[in-house]
């Protein structure tokens, strides 16, 4: 018994990096592309848990964290699966926080990720493919899949008193797989979806797609898609047509630019996007004003993604993925002392002395199933021109 507690004690100091070594850690995002506005407020909560770690002198030892940064994006799968390739082969990280989108994030973790043996947390990739996906352990995220999106949208519509609808999604995993979400359960609560329709991001006319819809009808035209190219291209065809004047918009078109951009016609749109509440939400909003960013969508998440890497890291006395994947999930839930944001030097110090820690983070995390957020929605308006809350879910 004392020769297999020594003999496990010596591998997990090999398998630990020396005294102040670097240890780097990927931040792939869509850095360009449909969901851009977005990405540089998500890499920032990522880099802050990381150098709060490394401040803290408390990780493995006194080792520093570096992000590595890789622009995946959001809709290339080719370009995606190079940048992580590059990550893993050439920059070294020892885990990738993200990928961002659904198609590019499925692509990486199946082409490169599996292969190599390399943890990926996302923070937003929501398709409910990724439940189920093959991942060797590997594969985590701090958001909820889009089967619980399509059921919280669906009640929504149902309290709004909407009848029919037209949905337009963008022609990737994340589009089709929320779209299919969203209409079984409106059509489970009484509601009737007039018509389902792809549409493609980077085109400069949707005139042929919004023409379609428009003959199909409906209350309300559900856009589920991405704010910076195609989703924001359908809605403003569609106010130039005068095909539809209110818009549902799922978390991928949630953030400030689709407003900015669209102006006053799209007041009175409405929406979800996977949020929390509590003392861990109000910590980081105040954390990522000091550090001079927005709390904007999927930052709260991207920070917690890169805090269960390095707690897992810690847990395990390892920076390879095939160690500390094991203890992402005992990092993330109970049992253990709580952990909110700028807390991380106190949980790895816990974790260091054979402590437990339960890490609520800055989107109250708590992982279920394969690795996956439980979960809960905030539902939003446009009103005056910004993204107002209005409830959770």
Not at 55 to 81: H, L, N, Q, W, Y
Not at 115 to 142: C, H, Q, W, Y
Not at 302 to 328: H, V
Not at 374 to 390: D, M
Request: proline share 4%.
């Amino acid at each position: 018994m004392k020769k297999s507690i020594a003999l496990a004690t010596a591998a997990a100091l090999l398998a630990a990096p020396a005294m102040a070594e670097t240890v780097k850690i990927g931040v792939l995002l869509g850095f360009t592309g449909p969901i851009e506005s977005l990405t540089p407020d998500m890499a920032a909560g990522a880099e802050l848990a990381m150098a709060e770690a490394s401040k803290s002198g408390k990780f493995m030892g006194g080792s520093m964290i570096e992000p590595v940064r890789g622009d995946s994006t959001c809709v290339d799968a080719a370009a995606a699966t190079a940048t992580a390739e590059r990550l893993i082969t050439s920059d070294k990280v020892v885990g990738i926080m993200g990928a961002d989108c659904s198609g590019v994030t499925t692509a990486i973790l199946q082409n490169v990720a599996t292969a190599k043996g390399v943890v990926m947390i996302s923070p937003s990739a929501t398709s409910p493919a990724l439940s189920t996906i093959e991942d060797n352990g590997l594969f985590f995220r701090t958001s909820p899949s889009d089967a619980r999106q399509g059921q919280v949208l669906a009640q929504i519509l149902k309290e709004k008193g909407v009848t029919s609808a037209a949905i337009s999604y963008t022609n990737n995993d994340y589009g089709k797989g929320l779209a299919d979400s969203i209409q079984s359960n409106f059509e489970a609560v009484g509601g009737k979806v007039t018509i389902t329709a792809s549409h493609e991001d980077g085109k400069g006319d949707y005139g042929a797609e919004v023409g379609a819809l428009a003959q199909a009808g409906g209350d309300v035209l559900i856009v589920a898609g991405y704010l910076d190219q195609g989703g924001k291209g359908i809605i403003q065809a569609s106010l130039d047509a005068g095909a539809f004047d209110t818009f549902v918009l799922p978390d991928g078109m949630i953030g400030d630019s689709l407003p900015e951009s669209i102006g006053a016609d799209l007041n009175g749109s409405y929406g979800t996007l996977p949020a929390a509440q509590g003392n861990g939400v109000a910590t980081f909003e105040k954390l990522a004003g000091e550090a001079g960013f927005k709390a904007g969508p999927y930052a709260p998440q991207s920070y917690d993604a890169a805090a269960l890497m390095i707690l897992a890291m810690q847990a395990s006395g390892s920076t390879d993925s095939n160690t500390f994947k094991t203890k992402i999930m005992d990092v993330a839930n109970a049992p253990g002392e709580k952990i909110n944001p700028g807390e991380l030097g106190k949980a790895l110090e816990i974790i260091a002395a054979g402590g437990d820690v339960d890490y609520v983070g800055a989107s109250d995390v708590e992982l279920i199933g394969p690795g996956e957020s439980a979960g809960s929605f905030q539902e939003v308006v446009v009103k005056n021109q910004k993204i107002t809350p209005v409830r959770f879910w």
